[in-house]
């Protein structure tokens, strides 16, 4: 078992910068791929990106390409999200998740473990 808990979300104006942690703990040894998805009101949850066990690999969605950068650290069990130039449609709840498999880092279901989620507000 893996527990994962976000932090860092909150409330931002347009073109503002957020960070997002995501703690670790539990079954760490394991060679994870950690991914962020995002849910907004209404909406479906969606991947937003995802880095591979060793950082060596990482994955975006095209809304967040060149904004968002994924990076982690596993010697501190820990995975970011570094979120610049915010945009009014990058609110939503954001989730840390992890998958045995980079494989499938874009899908939902791949996906082993949740956190429980952080609200990111950017306002306009």
């Known amino acids: 078992q893996v527990q994962l808990v976000e932090s860092g979300g909150g409330l931002v104006q347009a073109g503002g910068s957020l960070r997002l942690s995501c703690a670790a703990s539990?079954?760490?040894?394991?060679?994870?791929?950690m991914g962020w998805f995002r849910q907004a009101p209404g909406k479906e949850r969606e991947f937003v990106a995802a880095?591979?066990?060793?950082?060596?690999?990482?994955d975006y969605a095209d809304s967040v390409k060149g904004r968002f950068t994924i990076s982690r650290d596993n010697a501190k069990n820990m995975a970011y999200l570094q979120m610049n130039s915010l945009k009014s449609e990058d609110t939503a709840v954001y989730y840390c998740?992890?998958?045995?498999?980079?494989?499938?880092?874009?899908?939902?279901?791949?996906?082993?473990?949740w956190g429980q989620g952080t609200q990111v507000t950017v306002s306009s």
């Open positions: 539990g079954r760490t040894s394991s060679r994870y791929t």
């Open positions: 998740a992890a998958d045995m498999w980079y494989s499938t880092r874009t899908r939902r279901s791949g996906y082993d473990y």
């Open positions: 880095i591979s066990w060793n950082g060596g690999s990482t």
